[in-house]
């Protein structure tokens, strides 16, 4: 590479890392600064973490984390087999229905559930009080807190070890089944040590956004007596007196926890890798198939059914009829049936500029997020492909690519109580704090780990010879990105920015506690109608904003099949088709 490329190349890394440190390191930090030194005249709280009930919420909040990986694990892993390796993997509307609870509010699904299983409720009306009983005391409990936490965030587990199991060839356990290994050295020596490192990844992804989960602690938890690290943090920062020091402190010790967990699971990928785990690699021309029997395909469709029952099904049976019944006592028959609820949110200015402008500020925050994650991706994966294996900015770029995905090491509520912090400041000449622009930046900071992910994925599939060809052909840089670098990327671009933006319409910790005080936006609206005890217009506006986000997510994945379809039938031969992937494969790569 020429000096003059090696110069840009280096001032592109410079502005990019420039632009991280303002976004994610200098807000994490203030959170540190201030637990150290205190807030205001308030000193430091960091000795309340030793001190009276701190170590059991942190106890609380360590178990729940850790019940929920265990319940995400035991839900996602065998439907990653079944969709990945089985005649399963032609029903590609599993994947619609795995992002489903991706899509629903955490709050929502909780206080579905309390809602089913209520003393009364449709639970006890069908099975009786004796069911009703059992079942409620396992909902109104730290168990099912995880199960319900779990079914929210066992997605992200999911689509991970589903494209790990992608990844895996045909030859790799064909040679092991030439050879006499049993099927369980087969999977003890050839397919766990691939599945590992994935599932560390998106285990630490589930241990940390359990940690850091807003809605189901502040209603299930709250409900039941279980208090964590986030409801502590929410008190602090919402109910009078406000204690920012504890809050900082509080949120120190998610901060320190996140950390922990990440580095543990650096030290997993790593052993995994030296044992020979590291994966095939690139793309698989022929996946593993497993045949199933007729007993093997009825357990298969029976736990998918399983899965989907408790994060689907009866979830939103709760959500529906709790948008419908016009008297709760009553059994839900035709007579106390009523949309009226659905005319009365529509008909309600603020609840439609809630859902517009959560729609609006996701899109936008989305759309920043993936262009920050594009500059990420072309001054380091890129770069450093065409630069045939340098270092790109050395340092500097590895910096750039830790602090890209770092917001998905810790809990959103910590980033949310550093950008109180640090854009709140009294210094500051002038600041977004208190203004829509607050939001966009606090969501494109949120939003940035996944858009890197999906976008790498896409460029690390594109072959330093396309890039070699144009050179060669004289084409200028700008005509290389334009005509062969953004479509080559733009699958990752189209999958980062749709699951940026489902996550966005949904958004609570941000939306909470940095949003300006005369924004309405639609998951606190939706909480302040439950504690209003507007239940019947909180639960028609949750069916109101998952069906406009289930709307947008299959126009995407159609669009992505079809460009798929068109790209593989191109006579451009495998240079034109090689970076193209199934449409649905490339919208879940959550990770």
């Known amino acids: 590479m020429s000096r003059p490329s090696l110069r840009r190349q280096c001032a592109g890394t410079t502005a990019i890392l420039l632009v991280l440190l303002v976004l994610v390191a200098i807000p994490l930090l203030s959170v540190l600064a201030t637990a150290v030194t205190g807030y205001g005249d308030d000193p430091s709280a960091l000795g309340t973490l030793v001190d009276g009930d701190m170590p059991r919420i942190i106890g609380n909040t360590i178990f729940l984390s850790v019940l929920v990986v265990a319940f995400s694990t035991i839900m996602a892993a065998p439907l990653a087999f079944l969709t990945s390796w089985t005649g399963l993997r032609r029903h590609w509307w599993i994947d619609i229905g795995v992002m489903v609870p991706f899509m629903t509010p955490p709050f929502a699904a909780a206080m579905a559930w309390m809602d089913i299983t209520r003393t009364g409720g449709v639970i006890d009306m069908l099975l009786g009080d004796f069911a009703g009983d059992a079942l409620r005391a396992t909902v109104n409990s730290v168990w099912g807190m995880g199960l319900i936490m ?3 965030l066992f997605p992200f587990l999911y689509l991970l070890l589903r494209n790990c199991l992608d990844a895996v060839p045909a030859s790799g356990t064909e040679m092991a089944a030439v050879v006499g290994a049993s099927r369980w050295k087969t999977l003890t020596r050839i ?3 691939q599945v590992v490192g994935p599932w560390s990844l998106g285990a630490l992804i589930v241990f940390i956004r359990a940690a850091g989960e807003f809605g189901t602690p502040v ?3 709250n409900a039941i007596g279980y208090q ?7 008190q602090d920062v919402t109910v009078d007196p406000l204690d920012f020091s504890s809050a900082a402190a509080g949120a120190s010790a998610l901060f320190t926890l996140g950390i922990a967990v990440w580095a543990l699971q650096q030290v997993i990928s790593r052993r995994t890798l030296d044992a020979g785990g590291a994966g095939a690699g690139g793309r698989v021309s022929r996946p593993t198939s497993v045949r199933l029997g007729p007993v093997g395909t009825i357990a298969g469709w029976a736990w998918v059914a399983v899965v989907a029952t408790m994060s689907i099904i009866v979830p939103y049976i709760s959500i529906v009829l709790g948008a419908t019944t016009i008297l709760r006592s009553k059994a839900p028959k035709l007579d106390n049936l009523s949309l009226d609820y659905f005319l009365i949110v529509l008909s309600d200015d603020r609840a439609l500029r809630a859902l517009t402008t959560s729609a609006v500020l996701a899109a936008i925050g989305a759309t920043a997020g993936v262009l920050i994650a594009l500059a990420v991706t072309l001054v380091t994966t890129l770069r450093r492909s065409r630069a045939a294996g340098s270092a790109p900015g050395g340092r500097l770029g590895r910096i750039t690519d830790f602090l890209a995905v770092a917001p998905e090491t810790v809990p959103a509520i910590v980033l949310a109580i550093g950008f109180i912090f640090f854009w709140n400041a009294g210094w500051l000449p002038a600041t ?3 203004t829509p622009a607050i939001l966009v930046i606090a969501y494109a900071v949120l939003f940035l780990p996944m858009a890197v992910q999906n976008i790498k994925t896409s460029a690390q599939s594109v072959t330093p010879t396309v890039f070699e060809a144009a050179a060669t052909s004289g084409a200028t840089g700008w005509h290389t990105f334009a005509r062969i670098t953004l479509p080559l990327l733009l699958p990752g671009i189209a999958a980062g920015w749709l699951l ?5 319409i949904r958004e609570l910790v941000m939306s909470s506690l940095v949003r300006p005080s005369n924004m309405t936006l639609l998951s606190p609206w939706i909480m302040g109608q439950f504690d209003q005890g507007h239940r019947a217009e909180a639960m028609a506006m949750t069916l109101i904003g998952v069906v406009s986000s289930t709307i947008v997510l299959v126009a995407v994945q159609l669009w992505l099949r079809r460009r798929s379809v068109t790209v593989d039938r191109s006579p451009k031969g495998p240079a034109a088709q090689q970076p193209t992937a199934d449409g649905a ?7």
């Not at 494969?585 to 990770?591: F, T």
Request: proline share 6%; glycine share 10%.
């Open 191 to 193: 397919v766990l040590p």
């Open 500 to 504: 940026a933006f489902l996550t966005g």
């Open 432 to 434: 977004p704090y208190n």
């Open 150 to 152: 779990a079914c929210e």
């Open 219 to 221: 209603t299930l938890g």
């Open 585 to 591: 494969r490339e919208l879940s790569h959550a990770g």
């Open 228 to 234: 964590v690290l986030v409801s502590r943090i929410q």
